[in-house]
Structures are given as C-alpha cells and as structure tokens.
C-alpha cells in the first residue's frame, strides 16, 4: 500500500479524516477501501469506525456488492476511475459529495442515513432503481452528463428529502413509482433531455423518444415539489402522482415545441399547483382527469403551442381558485368538463389560437363566478356551451374576435362566443368588441346584464330563456336586439322578450314585441303567406291592434254612407221595401252572418253595384284576419 492507504488504514478504526496532499500520492486503490468497509481493520475500542476520505483519486474498482457496512461513508471531493458498485449493499450515511463518477451503480442498496451526491460531477448514469435511502438523496449543484439515462431510480424509496436545487442533469431522470417522504426540491435545477435517444431501452424508450427529461409517473410525495425557477428542455411527466403539499414550479421554464412540457394527467395535488410568476412552457401543459386542492394557479404565466393545446385540462377537478389573471396562450386553453369548486379568473388574459378556439370550457360544473373579464382579449372561439355556473359568468369589457380575418362576414362564420345551453344565475355580457356572432341557443340565464352600444352583429338566440334584462327591457331597443338573429322568423325569442315584459308589467311593449315576431314571420313566408300576413297587418295588426280593426269599419262606413246617401239604391220590391238608410245599408254590406234586411230590399246600379261587392268582400276579409288574428293572440298569449 502507498502512503495515502495506510494513513487512510490506520484513521479508520477512529474515523479520522484524511486528506490527501494535492502534491503527494493522490491514489487509493478501491479494494482497500471495500477491504476497510468489509472488516479488515477493526474499529477502535470506544470509537466509531469511519471511512473519511477527500481529495483522492479512486483507482480499481470500488465494489460493496451485496455488503453490508455499519461504518459511514464519506468520499468527497475523490475523482473515482470506475463507478462505484453498491448494487444491494446495506449501507450507513454515505457521501460523494463534490466528487467526479463516471456513474454510481446503487439498484437496491439501503442506506440509513442520506446519500449524499451535492456538487458532484458525474459522467454516466446514476443507476439505483428500487434504492431505499431512510435520509435525503441529496443532489444539490450536482451535474450529471448521460446520452441516455441520467437517473435511473423508479421504485425508490426516500424518508427525508429528494433535494437537487441547482443541480444541472443532462439526460433521462426516471423517479417512476417511487416514494419520497419529504420534499423533492428541483429549485433553479437545470434538466435536458438526452442527446442520445435511441439509446434508451424499454420500458423507458418511449418516453426518451418524447423528448423526456424527467419521468415521475405514479410518484407520491409526502411534502411538496418545488421547481422554482428550474429550466426543463423536454417533457416533465408526473402523471398519476400523489402529492400532499405544494407543487410549484413559478417561474420556472419548460420547453418541449410541438409536443407535451409538462403531464399531470390524473395526479392528485392535495396542496396546490403553481405554475404562475414568470412561468412559460413552450408545448403542452396537461392536468387533464387531475384532483387539485387548494388553488391552480397561472397567474402571468406563458403559454406556447400555436396550432394545438396551450393547456389541457378536461375533466379536472379543482377543490379551490383557478387564478388566470393575466395569463398569455398561444394555442387553445381547455377545460372541458371539469369540476371547478371555487373562482375562476381570467381577468386580463390575452389568448390566441386563430382559426379555432382559444378558450373551451364546454360541459363545466363551476359552483362559484367565472370571471372572463377586466380586458380578456381573445382571437378564437370562446366556449361556454353546456356548462353550469352557480353563480356569475361575467365577460365585461372582453375582446372577442371569433376569426383572424375581420372581414369574414360569412353566414357560418366561426362564433366569437358559444354559451349553448349554459345555465348560469347571472351573465354579464357588457363586452367591449365582439368580432362574429355570438351564440346564446337554448341556453338559461336569471340575469341578462349586456350593453346595446356593444352587441355583436349577429345573435343566435333561439331556446333562451332569462328572468331579467339589465338595462330594463324596452320594446324598441330589444326588438332591435332580436332582430340581429339570423333565424328571426323563429318565434321563441320573441315570446321570451314579451313574458318578460309582461312580467314587469308592461303589456303595450309586450304585444309591439309579438308583432314584430309575426311580420318576421310573414317576411320569412311563401308569397300567398305574405299576402295573407299582409292584409292581416294592415287590418288588425295580427290581432295584437284590435284598434286598427275598429278603425277600418269606420272608413268603410264612412265611405258606403257618404256613396249611397249621394246616390240611392232603387227599391227591389217598392211596394215592399222599408225606409231606406244609408249607414244601415252599408252596415249589412260590410258585416258577414249579419242581416238588416236593407241588403236584400235595394239594389245598387252601376258603379254603385261594383262598390257594393267592394264591401261584401272587405267585410268577410275583415272578419277573417279579425278571427285568425284573436285566435292566434288567444292561444299564444
């Protein structure tokens, strides 16, 4: 042995520390040092053996291959020629703190006590699947460079810590199916996925092909996970995980173009999930089937995936806040399906997926307000279609452009806002532009609060149903509000506009309403259906002017009175005609199924005659619109 292995021989009974002289003899073969840890050198009565060594070169192959050592295990700041093999080794604290590896083989190993790897570099794979550590693993500042693999440690097991704050790792890390009992801190941590894809086998091939950088499916955590300012170049999957405290990653950066940065599909989040402050991933963010408690929050965060998913998060459910103020997405943001049970906030936001739909939050349960406000810019679709809210969906002073060209004017134009069948108490549409129509089919509001100076050019409104109009109704402004529906020939909106007005006691805009509605009808009819509607208009107003009626039977009477008192109908039987009356003979003329006898007992001459069938024909005419005009009014209103 050299001089450095027989300082290093003689402290281990006491645990004395060597160092060795960076001027002198630096090497230490590995099999004295598996000798030492095996029980060639006993401890020292009254003291705790140790192996302490630093500033070494490790030589051969270092191997405690199904060992099992008591004495800790200190090699820091050493440069180690091989791996070292701890592959189902029993092992106390163990450190290679600040050391250089070409890899560590540890699949299985117990420590009791933290391993320690803080400030290491290592060339290689960290290879320690099914590893149980009752400490920390410890990886602070550590930076580990591997084509393929970086960590290799599903099954793991962790009492205390996974702590790799700043830790720089070049390739695949796999914590798949482990348990980690306090926090997994990746702060400022630095991930990049392999270079080397291909060289990855199964069963973590796929995810290599992935672009993958950190794979922690069905993970539980007792604490919480922090990558606080971390920077992740590939996918960061987590999906199934567990996880009871905070999952933080504000102002972190993850980049993967084209495909998922970061999966949490069906993971439960018992403390929260944070991706706010400077947050921006550049690919898919998924928390789609996800249970998170607390709070999810986006504030200021962005996202990238022009084309695709921004955000996918269907069919989540959220116990807590949905804070997306002032968060910018570049691709659709959706939600469809979730359960949300607290706020929800995109006040501020600026979302764009041009040609298709920015912002989907069709089918959702949401039981407190949904803030879509405050200067919510979007450039796409905005879908609320089928949802329940329980309390307010506000989109006051939105920017809604349904298509990236402003002069598609197409009849099926893509909708700048889609709310078929929501259900909601209150809806608050007092927008600041929409461009394209809006959608509010069939869907069921108590309180319609909208500003007339912003409605949209057009109105899909057949189905909807709302208890209060806010400004209050009145006829002529919210006819105008009807008439921006293509499908104005439809009578349900209409009749929805006049129960409400009737219910607030205002009959006479009532019926100026269901006018409106039956000259749409007549407009959107065959030309005999028009001709009809027409004389049925100008007679009696379709029976919602009944006054009108009355004063076509005066000018009638007016005129027959003034004819034939000027000129007389001869006596068709003189000797057996009564006194002859003008107004009286009119009166039969005009009245069907009525006879004054004067009709039968004169007999009009000339033009006279021809004035006389006039009448006939304009009194059964009027009787007829009279009839179908109050049936209809009766059985409608």
């Known amino acids: 042995m050299n001089t450095l292995e027989n300082r290093l021989w003689e402290s281990f009974p006491t645990g004395t520390p060597v160092t060795a002289d960076p001027d002198g003899d630096r090497e230490v073969s590995g099999e004295v040092l598996t000798r030492l840890l095996l029980g060639a050198q006993a401890p020292a009565s009254g003291a705790r053996a140790s192996l302490r060594l630093s500033g070494a070169r490790i030589t051969g192959e270092f191997s405690l291959r199904f060992a099992q050592v008591d004495a800790p295990i200190i090699l820091e700041d050493c440069e180690f020629a091989r791996a070292p093999v701890l592959n189902w080794a029993r092992l106390g604290f163990t450190s290679f703190a600040r050391s250089t590896l070409p890899g560590l083989r540890a699949s299985n190993v117990v420590v009791e006590g933290h391993l320690k790897l803080n400030g290491a570099r290592v060339d290689g794979e960290l290879r320690m699947p099914g590893a149980r550590i009752s400490g920390g693993l410890v990886l602070d500042r550590a930076r580990v460079r591997s084509t393929g693999i970086a960590l290799q440690a599903e099954r793991i097991m962790i009492g205390g810590d996974l702590a790799a704050g700043r830790a720089d790792l070049e390739g695949l890390v796999v914590v798949s199916q482990g348990r980690v009992s306090g926090d997994v801190n990746l702060d400022r941590a630095r991930c990049t996925a392999p270079s080397a894809p291909e060289t990855v086998d199964e069963p973590h091939a796929l995810l290599a092909a992935a672009r993958g950088v950190i794979g922690a499916d069905s993970l539980v955590v007792e604490g919480g996970f922090f990558a606080r300012g971390a920077t992740f170049d590939g996918e960061l999957r987590m999906w199934h995980n567990r996880i009871t405290g905070a999952v933080s990653l504000t102002d972190a950066t993850l980049t993967n173009p084209g495909r998922v940065a970061l999966r949490l599909d069906a993971a439960t989040l018992a403390g929260g999930l944070f991706l706010g402050g400077a947050f921006a991933a550049t690919g898919e963010v998924r928390t789609a089937h996800a249970e998170i408690s607390r709070t999810f929050t986006l504030r200021g965060a962005r996202l990238s995936n022009p084309g695709g998913a921004a955000l996918r998060a269907e069919w989540m459910t959220l116990h807590g806040t949905l804070d997306a103020r002032r968060i910018r997405a570049d691709g659709r943001v959706g939600l469809d399906d979730s359960v949300l049970n607290g706020p929800v906030s995109f006040n501020g936001a600026t979302l764009a997926d041009p040609g298709g739909v920015a912002l989907s939050l069709n089918g959702v349960v949401a039981s407190n307000t949904v803030n879509l406000c405050d200067g919510l810019s979007a450039v796409g679709q905005v879908q609320v279609s089928g949802s329940r809210i329980g309390s307010v969906l506000c989109l006051d002073t939105a920017t809604l452009t349904a298509s990236p060209d402003p002069a598609d004017t ?201 004035l006389s069938y006039l009448l006939i024909a304009a009194g059964w005419i009027l009787a007829t619109t009279i009839a179908a005009a109050l049936t209809r009014s009766l059985r409608r209103t």
């Open 410 to 610: 197409r009849p099926n134009a893509p909708f700048a806002l889609r709310l078929w069948r929501l259900q909601v108490p209150e809806l608050r549409l007092r927008t600041t532009a929409v461009t394209g129509p809006v959608d509010l089919r069939h869907a069921r509001v108590g309180l319609l609060r909208d500003d007339p100076a912003n409605w949209p050019e057009a109105l899909h409104l057949t189905g909807l149903t709302y208890e209060t109009l806010e400004p209050p109704a009145t006829d002529t402004d919210r006819r105008a509000w009807l008439a921006r529906d293509p499908a104005e020939a439809q009578q349900q909106p209409y009749e929805q506009l006049a129960a409400v007005l009737r219910a607030h006691g205002d009959d006479d805009a009532a019926r100026a309403v269901l006018l409106t509605r039956q000259r749409a009808r007549t407009r959107a009819a065959g030309w005999p259906a028009r001709v009809w509607g027409v004389l049925q208009d100008v007679t009696v107003g379709y029976g919602y002017r009944p006054l009108l009626a009355a004063l076509w039977l005066l000018v009638l009477l007016g005129a027959g009175t003034a004819a034939y008192s000027a000129h007389p109908p001869r006596a068709a039987k003189p000797d057996e005609a009564p006194a002859f009356h003008a107004v009286v003979y009119t009166l039969d003329l005009l009245l069907p199924l009525v006879d004054f006898g004067q009709q039968t007992a004169f007999l009009p001459a000339g033009a006279y005659q021809w």
